[in-house]
């Protein structure tokens, strides 16, 4: 009986010990689990801060992106679009091509039928509706037919003046979209360049200088085209009108010649 007492105690002693060891094995296996996730949190925190991309300069990554041949050409597309924008919406205006002095002084002298101070009034002026009134008055006296033939060839001309300057604002708005293109294709052909030369699969990083110069040589072409077509466009209708106001007017003092002033 005694032997069974201390082989049972014996047992119960060796059990558990057993339970203990497994107990520190599975807290020590736990211990170090939780560590390496600790510091395998701590190095990919820090990869990922070291992987960060730094903030640099708007200015600067689209210099980066675009390249220099392309930095000058929009740099002097959008340095003549400016210009013509400005040049164009001061020299266009209904003021300047038709004024309201010219109008009304040279109303004002037929009507006191002052016949040769309204010429000397529209020939010495250099705008659009006074070269007009100067050709048509002198053909006068050879008939309306003839003094309005005079007027609408004056017309003709200085219209054609008109759209010859205004033409370079619409060549911008084709030449810029067409400049971007020829960077898209440039992009693609120094993205596929590296992947063509590389012995192996090449990072995204080395592929995204050609794509970057593909995409953003597109869009600043874009952002140039599309003003410069709507301005072109609204100027083209502003000038039509003040050229249709201008012929009208003429005829009415034609008209108004013929009548002896009234």
């Given at each position: 009986m005694f032997r069974c007492l201390t082989c049972g105690s014996l047992g119960a002693l060796l059990f558990s010990a057993l339970l203990l060891a497994?107990?520190?094995?599975?807290?020590?296996?736990?211990?170090?689990?939780?560590?390496?996730?600790?510091?395998?949190?701590?190095?990919?925190?820090?990869?990922?801060?070291?992987?960060?991309?730094?903030?640099?300069?708007?200015?600067?990554?689209?210099?980066?992106a675009l390249g220099w041949k392309y930095c000058i050409a929009f740099g002097v597309i959008s340095f003549l679009f400016i210009a013509f924008v400005f040049k164009y919406s001061f020299s266009m205006r209904r003021s300047v091509l038709m004024p309201d002095e010219i109008v009304e002084g040279f109303d004002a002298e037929i009507q006191e039928k002052h016949f040769?101070?309204?010429?000397?009034?529209?020939?010495?002026?250099?705008?659009?509706?006074?070269?007009?009134?100067?050709?048509?008055?002198?053909?006068?006296?050879?008939?309306?037919?003839?003094?309005?033939?005079?007027?609408?060839?004056?017309?003709?001309?200085?219209?054609?003046?008109?759209?010859?300057?205004?033409?370079?604002v619409g060549l911008i708005a084709a030449v810029?979209?067409?400049?971007?293109?020829?960077?898209?294709?440039?992009g693609m052909v120094a993205s596929f360049s590296v992947i063509a030369n590389s012995a192996s699969t090449p990072k995204p990083s080395e592929l995204a200088k050609g794509i970057s110069m593909a995409l953003i040589t597109t869009m600043v072409g874009l952002i140039f085209s599309i003003p410069a077509s709507i301005f072109f466009a609204l100027m083209k209708n502003h000038i039509n009108k003040i050229i249709f106001d201008i012929s009208v007017k003429g005829e009415q003092f034609m008209d108004q010649l013929l009548r002896g002033g009234k």
């Open positions: 497994i107990y520190a094995g599975t807290v020590t296996v736990a211990t170090t689990s939780v560590a390496n996730v600790a510091v395998a949190a701590d190095d990919a925190a820090a990869a990922d801060e070291a992987a960060a991309p730094k903030k640099e300069n708007f200015l600067v990554w689209l210099y980066q040769s101070e309204a010429y000397e009034l529209v020939s010495n002026d250099e705008s659009f509706m006074a070269q007009v009134l100067a050709a048509g008055l002198p053909r006068l006296q050879q008939g309306r037919d003839a003094a309005q033939k005079a007027m609408e060839d004056v017309i003709a001309s200085e219209s054609m003046k008109l759209d010859h300057q205004l033409s370079y810029a979209p067409s400049v971007g293109l020829l960077g898209t294709v440039d």
